[in-house]
């Protein structure tokens, strides 16, 4: 019942920008945190950005001075900002989120992740 769905992926030149989106749906009660990952070809899925239902913001050092996660205006979204994308940022991106959710049994901590959306940076 709880769905995360990410959005604004695609191809861009090296150097443009791309706005990523997720939204968080579902018997949420609170948010602890959410946050990017991304899997490139042959490489490790890794930790791109993260925030705190408090605000604090990590980011991996790869994309610091790039990249801006935030939350969004709606309830239970969250952005990644991304610019001056470079070809090694291609991967796809994953949206995952630490909720307290409200099920049938009961409530849980859970963490969930969505489909993936893929982000192409072309030289």
């Known amino acids: 019942q709880v769905q995360l769905v990410e959005s604004g992926g695609g191809l861009v030149e090296a150097g443009g920008s791309l706005r990523l989106s997720c939204a968080a749906s579902?018997?949420?009660?609170?948010?602890?945190?959410m946050g990017w990952y991304r899997q490139a070809p042959g490489k490790e899925r890794e930790l791109v950005a993260d925030?705190?239902?408090?605000?604090?913001?990590n980011y991996a050092d790869s994309v610091k001075g790039r990249f801006t996660i935030s939350k969004g205006n709606a309830k239970n979204t969250v952005y990644l900002q991304m610019n001056s994308l470079k070809p090694e940022d291609t991967a796809v991106y994953y949206c995952n989120a630490e909720l307290l959710t409200a099920q049938r049994m009961g409530v849980r901590n859970g963490d969930y992740w969505g489909q993936g959306t893929q982000v192409t940076v072309s030289s």
């Open positions: 579902g018997s949420i009660l609170s948010i602890n945190a």
């Open positions: 925030i705190t239902g408090g605000g604090r913001a």
